[in-house]
């Protein structure tokens, strides 16, 4: 077993011990900041498989974050208010089943991430960050400009979804719900790093003429994983809508953007469970540093600094002690 | 002689406004080891992209097995079968030996344990990074790359340049044995006028962007590659 797996799992580990000992002391703030965690580090995952594995610097993944917010608050609002989603020759109605909402949220990102995709991969550097931001930044002004569900204001959503055989009102429960999610996805993307595809997209980053020039089609490849990684950014932006029970515009700011991304360099790119360690920290340093000074942002910012100059494999490679590999 | 692979007649090409290639013919067959000589900056790499689509032609035509190369996206020309062993060796640097043969990986008679069998090198360096190869064990994981894609052709360019003597003799061994057990059709470009003189079959000289001089590589004598090569 590779030192980054033991890290690995002791990151997955203490991540699953921190709500335990919450629950056994009654700190259901504590299973709440953890839940987050696993959130912001599934959208981290996300974005990881584009940024770390395929070189696609995206600053425009608050729009997959807000999609997926958006299709859990919508579905669910339409469900409880007894309204169709759609009323025509075809019926469709709202839903609080959780695995209904996380279907239709992954075909809803996988969708818009194909459309965003399909008009940005062919770009590279920094007009691939400019495109990519300018979807992010037109999903957030259409939120703002979309009264039905909620407009500026945001939308609410009553009662969280609902998770078959358990009690997803059960801040534990809902936190076992999320870091399940996490777990299987990082399982999944650690199958596919390991396959053709993943190895095609490492070797993409690193020179996509070359690939071409084994007969491996770029721009598919690069598409494909952009898509995928928007579906799993998606997926994280359907949880914290059920989570904070409420969705709002600001989950399609390029601030949030910026912040899954910063989860994913403070971690590491590329690295497997590099987010979980990225949204971790972010999310102590905001509690700890918060208390303090509401300029809390300075000091993420100077440690920010100091991961991209001295450990650009971020936390895990320097925790796992090993020369930066896969990163590109 | 085989069947004939690659046709190129009369092939034009351009960097931006400048011309690089005026007039270049030539023919591969099947089995066929051509070299394709010249002097520094005669239009021979400038050739090698043309046949890969890295260059787009101006004018004239490319064939490969009778279809038409014109317009091909690049990785479909490696899909047709060209394998393109590039200047400077450009391996993934961030992935292992296997990791980059199999990166390349087709479905055909070459395997990661028949390249590493043609080079026994790579086989002992199976888990090391590419960047961490020296230069002559990244050139042989070039050409390894380049035959995972299982070509019918492969494009060598300046496989040996830069490379101690006794890592040059072990390169050319392994293209001898390209040529004689596989049979592979080969596309040289190389300044090692002895080497190619013992293995090639047919020669090309560019000058200044057009073909020269062609004929068997028996034929070259010292006038010629005085006139045309300066040695």
């Known amino acids: 077993m590779s030192r980054e797996t033991v890290v690995n799992l002791v990151l997955l580990g203490s991540l699953l011990i921190v709500p335990v000992y919450a629950r056994a002391v009654d700190d259901p703030f504590l299973i709440t900041l953890s839940t987050r965690v696993a959130i912001f580090a599934l959208a981290g995952v996300g974005l990881?498989?584009?940024?770390?594995?395929?070189?696609?610097?995206?600053?425009?993944?608050?729009?997959?974050?807000?999609?997926?917010?958006?299709?859990?608050?919508?579905?669910?609002?339409?469900?409880?208010?007894?309204?169709?989603?759609?009323?025509?020759?075809?019926?469709?109605?709202?839903?609080?089943?959780?695995p209904v909402i996380w279907v239709t949220t992954l075909i809803v990102s996988a969708c818009l991430a194909l459309l965003i995709g399909a008009l940005s991969v062919r770009t590279t550097g920094v007009y691939f960050i400019m495109i990519t931001l300018a979807f992010g930044q037109m999903m957030y002004y259409f939120s703002i400009s979309w009264?039905?569900?909620?407009?500026?204001?945001?939308?609410?959503?009553?009662?969280?979804?609902?998770?078959?055989?358990?009690?997803?009102?059960?801040?534990?429960?809902?936190?076992?719900?999320?870091?399940?999610?996490?777990?299987?996805?990082?399982?999944?993307?650690?199958?596919?790093?390991?396959?053709?595809?993943?190895?095609?997209?490492?070797?993409?980053?690193?020179?996509?003429?070359?690939?071409?020039?084994?007969?491996?089609?770029?721009?598919?490849?690069?598409?494909?994983?952009?898509?995928?990684?928007?579906?799993?950014?998606?997926?994280?932006?359907?949880?914290?809508?059920?989570l904070n029970r409420f969705v709002s515009p600001s989950m399609f700011s390029w601030q949030t953007s910026?912040?899954?991304?910063?989860?994913?360099?403070?971690?590491?790119?590329?690295?497997?469970?590099?987010?979980?360690?990225?949204?971790?920290?972010?999310?102590?340093?905001?509690?700890?540093?918060?208390?303090?000074?509401?300029?809390?942002?300075?000091?993420?910012?100077?440690?920010?600094?100091?991961?991209?100059?001295f450990a650009q494999g971020g936390l895990v490679s320097w925790l796992a002690g090993e020369r930066v590999r896969r990163h590109g | 002689m085989g069947r004939q692979l690659l046709e190129m007649a009369h092939v034009t090409a351009f960097y931006g406004d400048s011309q690089a290639l005026f007039d270049i013919s030539l023919k591969v067959?099947?089995?066929?080891?051509?070299?394709?000589?010249?002097?520094?900056?005669?239009?021979?790499?400038?050739?090698?992209?043309?046949?890969?689509?890295?260059?787009?032609?101006g004018s004239g035509t490319i064939h490969f097995d009778g279809q038409d190369m014109a317009s091909r996206p690049r990785h479909a020309v490696a899909r047709l079968g060209?394998?393109?062993?590039?200047?400077?060796?450009?391996?993934?640097?961030?992935?292992?030996?296997?990791?980059?043969?199999?990166?390349?990986?087709?479905?055909?008679?070459?395997?990661c344990a028949k390249v590493t069998d043609l080079f026994p090198r790579l086989g002992e360096r199976r888990d090391q990074l590419a960047i961490s190869l020296s230069g002559g064990e990244q050139q042989m994981l070039a050409i390894g790359r380049a035959l995972m894609t299982n070509p019918r052709l492969l494009l060598l360019d300046e496989a040996t340049e830069g490379l101690a003597p006794v890592i040059r003799h072990e390169i050319w061994a392994?293209?001898?044995?390209?040529?004689?057990?596989?049979?592979?059709?080969?596309?040289?470009?190389?300044?090692?006028?002895?080497?190619?003189?013992?293995?090639?079959?047919?020669a090309y000289i560019l000058q200044r962007g057009a073909t020269v001089w062609q004929g068997d590589i028996s034929a070259l004598n010292r006038e010629l590659t005085m006139r045309h090569l300066g040695v």
Request: aromatic share 8%; proline share 3%.
């Open chain 1, 48 to 98: 990881n498989l584009a940024l770390g594995l395929g070189g696609l610097v995206s600053l425009g993944h608050a729009a997959f974050f807000g999609i997926g917010g958006y299709t859990a608050g919508i579905l669910a609002s339409h469900a409880l208010n007894y309204a169709p989603l759609i009323d025509g020759i075809i019926v469709i109605n709202g839903s609080r089943s959780m």
């Open chain 1, 147 to 242: 009264p039905a569900y909620g407009g500026e204001d945001g939308l609410p959503i009553a009662i969280r979804n609902e998770f078959p055989g358990l009690n997803s009102l059960d801040p534990f429960q809902f936190f076992l719900i999320a870091y399940a999610v996490l777990c299987v996805t990082i399982f999944l993307i650690s199958r596919l790093q390991d396959s053709a595809f993943g190895l095609a997209l490492n070797a993409v980053r690193q020179s996509a003429r070359r690939v071409e020039m084994v007969g491996i089609a770029t721009f598919r490849l690069r598409l494909t994983a952009f898509v995928l990684s928007g579906m799993i950014t998606g997926l994280a932006g359907a949880l914290f809508a059920d």
């Open chain 1, 258 to 309: 910026g912040e899954i991304m910063i989860f994913v360099i403070l971690g590491g790119t590329a690295r497997l469970c590099g987010p979980v360690a990225g949204a971790g920290m972010f999310i102590i340093l905001e509690h700890l540093l918060g208390g303090i000074s509401d300029y809390w942002l300075i000091f993420l910012g100077l440690l920010l600094l100091v991961v991209v100059l």
């Open chain 2, 29 to 57: 067959h099947a089995g066929q080891l051509v070299a394709l000589m010249g002097r520094n900056g005669m239009g021979k790499t400038t050739t090698i992209r043309t046949i890969c689509g890295l260059l787009n032609i």
């Open chain 2, 82 to 111: 060209i394998g393109l062993v590039p200047e400077g060796r450009r391996c993934f640097p961030n992935l292992t030996v296997e990791e980059n043969l199999l990166v390349a990986s087709r479905p055909g008679i070459w395997t």
């Open chain 2, 174 to 202: 392994a293209i001898t044995t390209l040529k004689q057990e596989n049979n592979l059709a080969i596309l040289v470009v190389d300044k090692s006028l002895r080497e190619l003189r013992e293995i090639a079959d047919y």
